[in-house]
């Protein structure tokens, strides 16, 4: 299989697999209507507008066609939940990428905005919408400018609008910039952020969108790579993009993988069958790590995703499969850790993120992560003691109680912890500072112990029989 980079598509990573909704790269001009319309485009909304709505509802169930911002959720079945008979509906496309090492629906905004507007349009029919807003992240200003630019085309061509195609379909589709807020990446959050209010979590129940959304009405949200596949799926059908993949997990996906390897960027990768294995060291992807170093570490799923390890590397892109051992594949961000990687620091780094991103509405994430990143940064700066490392485990219960998952150690015996966690915040913010943290004491406590060692004599504590608690964690990391 022969891969290579387009000059024009910085950060993309083209081969011979299968490709849905990467397939107009290649043109200079993809982002431009004329290159649309020249390669199918608008073929799939003219496909749909010859069925009844509830035909295309039914061939996306069908397609088993898996959210791919976060959740996994199927997308045709997250349509059904809207209430019959509650109108008017509204669709929330969320283009707030934000999660560290996830740069995808960039990519798509910036190089196929049409694509992405279809999508939009074939959404809106199936589930009987008129009105459509874009949300996106207030950072990518090109991505504005293709989008915005594109919706100018679209209208003027007849394509958004009244009378779409002549008929009696009509939606109106509308931009919205954010202001760089990590947390309305959660749908209510943006859904806030959308009305003018501070992006902040909403309550579930009773504030699930498709129920209750925006302003008070039933609402779809998804994400930007779930809309751009409906124009393929129109276009070729269910049964097509359900031969791609495995039956659980069809199609392909766009992942973002960086750190150590020798060509990181953004890869169009068949869903279900690929392992991080393939990703990370196939000719055709990212070609191995760099010269003369091994794999320590990597984040399958983004920046809160639990961290994996060489064990797990044979796992496919099949959530069924990743859950159970430990993580998520969350976003589709692979970040990848070599052995010269400080595993503190770099947790650090991660869970200083979080802190900062907290929205301050639930005290365990606005209170619990700010310690966490002190804390950590006590011992990564050599102040810490053994007792800091407990601290860190006791705080992060807090945020997320019970058994936090992990990935498995063969060597250590520890077997994983399959995912989800539990919380005590109203969304993943919190209990994705402690995941960096966890993660990084749990696969390895020996990073940390060593850190702190200097300073044991601060917080010995001598007991009755005389015996001195050290504050190792080795086995304090797989009790907590």
């Not at 869970?351 to 509405?361: D, I, L, P, V, W």
């Not at 940390?448 to 504590?461: I, Y």
Request: glycine residues 10%; hydrophobic residues 40%.
């Amino acid at each position: 299989m022969a891969s290579y980079t387009i000059a024009h598509a910085p950060g993309f990573v083209a081969n011979d697999a299968p490709r849905i909704v990467t397939e107009r790269f290649d043109h200079p001009d993809s982002y431009t209507l004329d290159r649309y319309l020249a390669t199918n485009g608008y073929a799939g909304i003219q496909t749909a507008l010859e069925r009844a709505p509830q035909d295309v509802h039914s061939e996306i169930r069908e397609a088993t066609l898996l959210g791919r911002g976060g959740a996994g959720f199927p997308a045709g079945v997250k349509w059904g939940f809207c209430p019959p008979g509650v109108w008017p509906r509204y669709l929330v496309v969320n283009g707030d990428e934000s999660e560290p090492g996830t740069y995808k629906d960039r990519l798509l905004m910036e190089l196929d905005p049409h694509q992405l507007i279809e999508g939009c349009l074939i959404a809106c029919y199936a589930v009987g919408l008129s009105q459509c807003f874009l949300y996106i992240r207030g950072e990518m200003a090109l991505a504005q400018e293709r989008v915005a630019q594109a919706l100018n085309d679209a209208y003027a061509a007849g394509w958004v609008g009244r009378n779409i195609c002549g008929t009696e379909f009509s939606v109106d589709i509308v931009l919205h910039s954010g202001a760089g807020a990590y947390v309305v990446g959660e749908e209510t959050a943006l859904i806030e952020s959308l009305e003018g209010k501070r992006g902040m979590p909403r309550l579930k129940p009773p504030f699930f969108p498709a129920a209750v959304g925006l302003y008070g009405q039933p609402t779809i949200v998804n994400n930007v790579e779930t809309l751009a596949n409906l124009p393929w799926i129109l276009r070729h059908g269910a049964s097509a993009f359900t031969a791609i993949g495995t039956p659980t997990s069809p199609g392909t996906r766009m992942v973002a993988v960086s750190g150590h390897v020798n060509r990181g960027g953004v890869f169009e990768i068949t869903n279900g069958t690929t392992t991080f294995r393939d990703l990370i060291y196939g000719e055709d992807f990212c070609a191995g790590l760099r010269p003369d170093r091994k794999l320590k570490a990597f984040v399958p799923g983004g920046g809160s995703a639990p961290w994996f390890t060489p064990a797990q590397l044979d796992l496919p892109f099949e959530a069924s499969e990743i859950g159970p051992q430990g993580s998520m594949l969350g976003s589709g961000a692979v970040m990848v850790m070599d052995d010269t990687t400080d595993i503190p620091a770099a947790a650090l780094t991660l869970t200083k993120f979080y802190a900062h991103e907290s929205c301050g509405k639930c005290v365990p994430c606005r209170e619990g992560a700010t310690w966490l990143e002190r804390i950590l940064r006590r011992v990564c700066d050599g102040t810490g003691t053994p007792r800091d490392l407990d601290l860190l485990f006791e705080v992060g219960a807090t945020i997320s109680p019970g058994e936090f998952p992990h990935a498995g150690v063969p060597e250590r015996g520890l077997e994983p912890k399959s995912f989800p966690y539990q919380m005590t915040t109203i969304c993943f913010v919190g209990p994705s500072a402690y995941a960096p943290v966890h993660s990084a004491m749990t696969l390895f406590p020996e990073e940390f112990e060593a850190r702190v060692a200097p300073n044991a004599h601060l917080d010995a504590e001598v007991a009755p029989d005389g015996s001195v608690n050290d504050g190792s964690i080795s086995e304090v990391a797989v009790r907590v």
